[in-house]
């Protein structure tokens, strides 16, 4: 069964969260603070993670960025749940790389049914092995990628930047988005780097390089 870790320092909403998420047959984890949320991720990487934007000793969408740029938990589902119910707030939260948010006071039920959904996707996408877009053809497991079956020799960021855009096939991801996804929130580097892999990759996939589509003064996406 899923483990699910919740990071909330209300006691009564977390404990709320708790009960409901348990008697639905999960197996849950609490934490009142980023610190001993940290300290068990170290131990044991959960299936998913209920995360409180208002936390006393780091904010929940610092929590969201450095959970996105370390490769063990890239890919785990993030629910933000939050007292806040500006638009700013929702968006900044999904553009840091959140999957879902539920707004304070929340019913039972929508909770249950969110995090069900979240973990179907992340099943989804665990399956979701080979990846395509056109003539290019992307298998996780053998860390290959071909165009009209001819294999396609990329470094590694090129690969992980091909990969991110092909699970994100028909989305447009900002240029802040890919950086933090692919090269970390610690990167220092100037954002000319992506444009610089873009073109490499571009080169690299010949006759589908026309897949990899600019949107001026957005980001990239694939088609």
């Not at 000793?57 to 450095?66: A, F």
Request: proline letters at 2%.
């Amino acid at each position: 069964m899923a483990w699910i870790y919740i990071v909330e320092d209300d006691l009564n909403i977390r404990e709320i969260e708790c009960f409901a998420l348990k008697n639905s047959g999960y197996q849950v984890m609490d934490f009142a603070c980023a610190k001993d949320f940290y300290q068990q991720i170290e131990k044991q990487i959960p299936n998913c993670v209920l995360l409180d934007i208002m936390l006393p000793d780091e904010d929940g969408l610092s929590i969201v960025k450095k959970l996105r740029s370390d490769a063990k938990t890239r890919q785990v589902p993030i629910m933000m749940v939050t007292a806040k119910t500006s638009e700013i707030d929702k968006v900044k939260g999904l553009d840091l790389g959140a999957d879902d948010y539920i707004t304070k006071p929340f019913g039972v039920m929508e909770l249950i049914s969110r995090v069900k959904a979240l973990l179907r996707r992340s099943m989804q996408m665990e399956e979701e092995k080979y990846l395509t877009a056109g003539d290019i053809f992307l298998d996780e497991e053998k860390h290959l990628v071909c165009v009209q079956k001819v294999p396609c020799e990329l470094t590694y960021k090129e690969y992980e930047l091909l990969k991110l855009l092909l699970r994100n096939r028909g989305i447009v991801l900002s240029r802040d988005t890919i950086m933090e996804r692919i090269w970390g929130i610690d990167f220092e580097g100037e954002s000319r780097t992506l444009d610089v892999h873009i073109k490499t990759l571009r080169q690299k996939l010949g006759s589908a390089a026309s897949n990899i589509r600019t949107v001026r003064n957005v980001g990239y996406t694939i088609e």
